[in-house]
């Protein structure tokens, strides 16, 4: 990854990925990845995601659950980012394949979660669609 200051990290053996009690949902590793993470400005931290989300869908394509997923290294350093990615989440939410990390990273980025309670990922991901549109027109 040629992104400076990004954590190395394992990019295809899960075994090598955090056990759960390592989980990357914790706030006190999130909160050091955060304060060793250099400043970015908007179009380095949407490049910065764009291949953090590119090769977290590539490494946890044929996972059978996100659990798996969320312990890649990629998963927290889309969560480091912050509340700024949620536009682009939503993106790539509009699209079929990997939309249960996504609701998933949405879930961990935001207070109240649009998609719970639906049937169905597709219903999930329009409830969290419609969210971001009602949020930006603000």
Request: glycine fraction near 6%.
């Amino acid at each position: 990854m040629s992104s400076a200051g990004l954590l190395e990290r394992p990019t295809s053996d899960h075994a090598d990925w955090p056990d759960d009690d390592e989980t990357v949902e914790s706030r006190s590793s999130l909160d050091e990845l955060l304060a060793s993470r250099p400043t970015v400005n908007d179009d380095d931290a949407r490049s910065l995601f764009e291949e953090l989300a590119d090769e977290l869908v590539t490494v946890t394509r044929g996972l059978s659950s996100t659990r798996l997923a969320v312990r890649h290294p990629a998963y927290s350093e889309i969560l480091a980012i912050g509340e700024s990615c949620i536009p682009w989440i939503l993106e790539r939410l509009q699209v079929p394949g990997s939309r249960p990390i996504w609701l998933r990273l949405l879930g961990s980025l935001t207070p109240f979660p649009p998609g719970a309670g639906k049937e169905t990922i597709p219903e999930a991901a329009a409830a969290w669609v419609a969210w971001g549109k009602l949020r930006s027109s603000r």
